[in-house]
């Protein structure tokens, strides 16, 4: 992977522009949460390739829209509202969670091998 303004883009020579990605990184951020509901803050600011403090940022955004339930406990512990829909006027009929699903699938096996944050 290359860091291109600060996000993890994938090196993909069919892609001549890797100046945008179709995941924010809110989304970025919420997939990875939802991939592991324990990780920390710099854990979750080099996985996604951005810093710490937007990733803090980013996941009060997330819970104060209601996406994501940020549980106290021995350690940080996240969980996903997979009824929540997605915000844009075009896809507010669509749930989280069956999009998560979908892009957990590849997204998963990627971080097994190491691609996500090298």
Known sequence: ???????LRLSCPMHANPDW???T???SV???IAGDP????????RITGIDEQTAEEIVADLVSEGYVVRRQGPGIRYEINRNAHLRHPLFQDVEVGPLLDAL??????????GLAGA
């Open 21 to 23: 990605l179709f995941l």
């Open 30 to 32: 919420l997939l990875t």
């Open 25 to 27: 990184n809110h989304g």
């Open 104 to 113: 957990q699938r590849n997204g998963t096996r990627q971080r097994r091998r």
């Open 1 to 7: 992977m290359q860091r291109v303004s600060g996000d």
């Open 38 to 45: 324990t990780i920390g803050g710099s854990e979750l600011a």
